[in-house]
């Protein structure tokens, strides 16, 4: 008998009021990797049968275990590694980590680091800030949301970026007034040169580090599904060496979007749209696809709006703009071939013109495929304009949102680039709510912060998870705690087609859960910041659990 009665919880089902057993449960029963039963004791000892393992959980809150909706897995796992910048919060602490860095391993052959904020550095960053700190390698510093990279003069002489290197499309050298490079790289300049020579001395026992860091500190933190938005060639082959060391499986749900880049070439773009539908098909077919499947496509649209490169309809408050990575003309093919293929497209759309030509593309692919299953999506919407989300929800597209990027201590930046009204519709997460578009919540990891419960913090209060002490933005924009659990749990699975299977506590979904130490619906939404996932549940299966003398529970009775 594989049964298991879970009795004495306070469960929070995610279930919408009046279906199932409502939001509210008492108990539960696990049969093999599904719920059996979800609601009162009574009813679960009844399921139970005779001869099944009990779980007395003493009370403590269970949720459904969470889905980022929105990560870059092996990045994340990469970042995990590195110097940490996002909390240096003056160029003096920036400097003063490298150091320590740099002496604590001597003889390494580089630095890193990641998630540095503009608001701690005074002016724009400069190489000769960082080599006024470690000049004698090369030294590459990712920004808080991997829109740009600062490195040293050492990093700059090993890229082979001089005077004479021009722009690529869609990114820029940043250069000082006599047009000398000045250690910053945006948008696909980062990419083109600082991520694909890194990559290049990436070895795959890195990646698999990396991955192995990634999925434990998800399962620490009560996430069992993910939703990658940047899967390649080398993402792919990592996650199939990691269930091989499995024998098969993952302790976690990995569903992934292929990454297409403009190559400026129309077949050159729907080459890698014919990829991807392979992939998907190949993946969805192997006896591995609950755990690792390509469901759609990633198309990055434009920037972000803190370095001016989110494309807007109307102008930054210094009178600039910025052009789309992806013009609709060659966009529309890409998405249409995509949704013929019944793959997902996820398009990543930060500023109001850049949603703008993501819906007109969807809209044109509805016009030359008619009616088929779909459900494309939208990442950020940091601004979008008003009658965006109705539009959304018309044709059906997913409002996939980070709650964690509205972090108050990190908006300042955000609000003096746009500098006018439209910082009053900042991260309008209800909108898309009112309007009936399927709200999916995430935290973009490695951009910001993967725990989940901190990015519930955010959600419910507006307030700052980073630093506490920020007062918080547009508090009207915060949602009731009930919904923004429902947003990252069951619509969060909902948005990678997964909405029937899992994602709720109901019977005859996955047994996915997370047991916390306390229940912040009675604790208040400050203990978001302190609570501690103490078990998570991945298929029937305990993935994660704090030691037995920690968590001072979870009796096991015959
Ligand atoms: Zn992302």
Partial sequence: MSRTIYRNARVFTAEPAGSGSGPWAEAFVVDGDVLAYVGELEGA???AGDGADVVDLDGRLVLPGFTDAHTHLVMMGDALGRVPLTDARTLDEIQARLRSARAADPTAPRVLGRGWLFDSVPGAPT??????????????????????????????????????TPDP??????????????????ETAAQQFVWEHLANLTTDADRDAAVERTIDAYLATGVTGVVDMAFDELGLAAFQRAIDRRDGSLPIRVAAHWFVANTGDADANLAQVEHAARLAAETAAAPTAPWLRIVGIKLVLDGVIDACTAAMRHPYADGSNAEPIWPLDALKPVVAAADAAGLQVAQHAIGDYASDIALDAIEHAVEVNGDLPRRHRIEHLEYAAPGTAERMSRLGVTASMQPVHADPAIFDNWVAMLGDERVDRAFAWPEFVDAGALLAF?????????????????AATRRSALDPSFEPSLPGFALPLAEAIGHATRDAAASCGDGDTRGRLAAGLAADFAVLDVDPFAEGEASLLTARVIRTVVAGATVFAVAEADADADGVAA
């Fill in 45 to 47: 000892v009844a399921a």
């Fill in 442 to 458: 995430s935290t973009d990891a490695p951009t910001a912060p993967h725990e989940a419960l901190h990015n519930m913090y955010v």
């Fill in 169 to 186: 499309i869609g990114g820029r050298i940043g250069r000082d007034a006599d047009g000398e490079p000045d250690g910053m790289l945006y």
């Fill in 127 to 164: 190489a000769a800030m960082i080599d006024a700190a470690v000049a004698d390698v090369p030294v590459f510093l990712d920004a808080n949301d991997y829109h740009s990279c600062w490195v040293n003069s050492a990093a700059l002489a090993d890229l082979g970026i001089t005077r004479e």
